[in-house]
């Protein structure tokens, strides 16, 4: 019969202990009994637990720390027996903020792991080593010793190379420039007198083509064109040209002897301006010369020495002469006109200047020096592909035309195709070759007296050939 059975259902103030025999007593298979009580029964496991822990190193029976025989003392965590070697199990402390010691894998001593409850220290003893990176030890599937999972190694970021870096610092500022560009340009164009085309007489078998763009530039000697028409001073038809990739620059001579329409008959070009304004000199265009024109831009006297200051001046070379007939046109009108004094901005003799707007606009209505129109459309064409060329090599000088001489400009081209031409004008200007004309050619006239004017009359069959031959070159081959 079974021992444990035969006691089982004492009280608890009596029990029934198996005692080994002491190692000094004689051995034997048998084992004495002692009737003790519990009390007893609870000390004596309490001495024996104690004594095993102290030569193990481990807990006592209140859950203190108790050194080792080859260990000083130690205070401030818990070492449990080891497992493979000891009866007593190892548990973590529950709620410390401390560490414990786990099993030693490969060594007689222990090592400590991180609490589960503490922030994450690691110590280690005189029996272990701490391993590099101060992380516990990891088995084949790449967890702790202690059964968590490891983190992952923290991965150095990687350096941006120097060429990244700067196509996107350039990227940037392209987009940069290109919202400020485009801001100012908008301010511009909300500020320029947008208007819309009239009823027009248009010329049924006129020229045209999509690769070709006519804008007629219109230079009156108005001081107001929102209040006078004032006289066409100046007609250049600008032809950009996207098959030869040219811009072509065509001075029509003022004093040509064109017919206008039925109601006005015939008269010299320039009249059709004073009579109907852009829309009637577009059509006086067309029916003569055969070339189809639906853009204008009306520049006034204000507005031309505006885009000039804007650029920055132009650099022309003058003779003695021009030098002279600049300055009695600045005293005579354009001083008065921008509201200066008479003997503002006078040049000294003949040289090479660098013309500001004011001098600039007198030197292209030279009239009376040299070939009369013919050397004047010259000028003309010279100051306004210098400003062109100047404005832009130079996105501020842009900036100051947009808003400084839009202003004082008409025109029929709407807000989205400015701001298309806007967009396109820089490009155009650094890669198309711009060629200078005058219509009518050399050889194509002659001058004579009608109605008591002293006129042109030109073959027009040869200068509509000339006009095929530039403005629609490579488009009708």
């Not at 006592?60 to 003392?73: C, L």
């Not at 852009?278 to 204000?302: G, Q």
Request: hydrophobic fraction near 30%; charged fraction near 25%; include cysteine.
């Amino acid at each position: 019969m079974d021992l444990r059975n035969r006691y089982q259902d004492r009280s608890d103030d009596k029990e029934t202990q198996f005692i080994p025999l002491q190692e000094t007593r004689k051995r034997s298979d048998q084992y004495d009994t002692q009737e003790l009580s519990a009390a007893e029964i609870r000390r004596r496991a309490k001495q024996e637990h104690d004594a095993n822990a102290r030569r193990s190193g481990g807990m006592n029976s209140q859950g203190g720390r108790i050194p080792g025989r080859n260990e000083p003392p130690y205070s401030g965590s818990f070492r449990g027996p080891v497992q493979n070697n000891s009866d007593v199990y190892r548990r973590p402390a529950q709620n410390s903020g401390d560490v414990y010691r786990g099993p030693a894998q490969n060594s007689g001593g222990v090592y400590r792991v991180p609490a589960q409850n503490s922030g994450g220290a690691y110590r280690s003893n005189p029996g272990y080593q701490n391993p590099p990176g101060g992380t516990p030890p990891h088995d084949r599937n790449g967890r702790q010793a202690n059964g968590r999972p490891s983190r992952p190694p923290v991965q150095k970021r990687r350096k941006t190379p120097a060429w990244q870096i700067i196509i996107r610092v350039i990227l940037i500022l392209v987009v940069a420039v290109f919202l400020l560009y485009s801001s100012i340009v908008l301010i511009g164009i909300l500020r320029t007198n947008i208007v819309d085309t009239v009823d027009r007489n248009r010329t049924s078998d006129a020229a045209s083509s999509s690769s070709v763009d006519n804008i007629l530039i219109i230079g009156t000697d108005s001081r107001d064109i929102e209040k006078e028409k004032g006289r066409s001073d100046s007609m250049i038809l600008l032809s950009v040209n996207s098959k030869s990739n040219t811009i072509y620059m065509t001075s029509f001579l003022r004093d040509v002897y064109v017919y206008i329409n039925d109601y006005y008959g015939y008269g010299k070009l320039n009249a059709a301006y004073s009579y109907g304004g852009p829309e009637l000199l577009m059509d006086t265009i067309e029916s003569n010369y055969r070339i189809k024109i639906d853009d204008y831009v009306l520049v006034s006297f204000a507005a031309c020495a505006a885009v000039i200051d804007a650029v920055g001046g132009v650099e022309i070379t003058l003779s003695d002469k021009e030098a002279k007939a600049l300055n009695d046109i600045l005293i005579s009108e354009v001083n008065e006109l921008m509201g200066d004094k008479r003997n503002d901005d006078l040049l000294e003799g003949g040289g090479t200047y660098n013309l500001n707007g004011k001098q600039a606009l007198s030197y292209s209505r030279i009239r009376y020096v040299g070939n009369a129109d013919f050397e004047r459309t010259s000028r003309q064409r010279e100051v306004l592909t210098i400003a062109m060329k100047k404005a832009c090599k130079n996105p501020a000088a842009i900036c100051g035309i947009f808003m400084n001489a839009l202003p004082e400009i008409s025109t029929n081209i709407q807000g989205l195709s400015l701001y298309w031409y806007s967009l396109k004008a820089p490009f155009l200007m650094m890669g198309y070759d711009i060629v200078q004309q005058q219509i009518p050619s050399e050889g194509t006239f002659q001058p004579e007296t009608r109605n008591g004017e002293d006129v042109l009359v030109a073959d027009f069959t040869q200068n509509n050939s000339v006009l095929m031959d530039t403005v629609f070159e490579d488009v009708f081959d």
